[in-house]
Every structure is written in C-alpha cells, then in structure tokens.
C-alpha cells in the first residue's frame, strides 16, 4: 500500500475532524492555495499540515476552540489588517486564532501569504552559497 501524499493527509484531517474546525481549516487551505498555486502541502511533526514556498510559510494546527496558523516569518510581515493575533510576543512568528463563527478577511489573508512568499523567496536568494570541500 503507498503511503498517502500529504495532501491526501491534510484533506483527511479536515475531513476527520467534521465540525466547524475542518470546515476552518478547509477554507483557508483554499485560500493559500489561491494566493500561491505553487504552494506546497507537507505533513510535518506527527501531524501537522503545513504550507511551503521556499520554506515554511504556515502551519494549520487544530485546538478544542480554535484553529491556529503560525506563519514561521510572521513577526516580519506587514499586517495592516491586524489579522494575526496570537504568538505577538516573539520576535519570529505570528498566529492568527480562529474561533467558531469568525471570519477572516480574504484578501488580508491572502496578502499575507503573499508576503509570506515573496520573503522566503527573497532570503532563499540571499543565502551564501555552501563553499565547496576540496
């Protein structure tokens, strides 16, 4: 039997968990899936679905009363519609919390995302290059 793809993983577990959590989830997978068609799905620390582009750009972890997504390099992105509100104090990552019944906005969402790529694409291209053994 071939293990399943980490989409497959992820579209399991908005499905397992059926409630207004998965159907959370579910929504914003779709849209980073909208603002980054190059986005990819990964399946990371016992099951935790994660989206990357150049590196981690969020994870989607599920709670009893919310669904949490952690941008890696959120401290550093420009969120003029204060969606992240959760993990303000470090100096790396930002959260946004979703509780039943909240709606997020869309397009501060997807910016997000994009900023969120356009970061890790940056900084990829930044890093020095590995010196070569001789």
């Known amino acids: 039997m071939a293990a399943q793809s980490a989409s497959e993983l992820i579209s399991n577990k908005i499905l397992e968990l059926g409630d207004w959590r998965g159907a959370t989830l579910g929504r914003m997978r779709k849209l980073i899936q909208e603002a980054d068609p190059d986005v990819v799905e990964e399946w ?12 981690i750009l969020c994870t989607g972890e599920s709670y009893k009363k919310v669904v949490k997504l952690t941008f890696a390099r959120g401290a550093s992105l420009n969120d003029p519609a204060r969606l992240f509100n959760s993990s303000l104090e470090g100096n790396t990552r930002r959260a946004i919390d979703i509780h039943e019944g909240e709606v997020v906005d869309k397009a501060a969402f997807k910016a997000l995302i994009r900023q969120a790529v356009a970061l890790n694409t940056t900084h990829k291209s930044k890093a020095k290059p590995k010196k070569k053994a001789k």
Do not use: A, E, I, L
């Not at 990371?44 to 590196?55: A, F, L, N």
């Open 44 to 55: 990371k620390w016992m099951g935790t679905p994660v989206w990357s582009h150049d590196g």
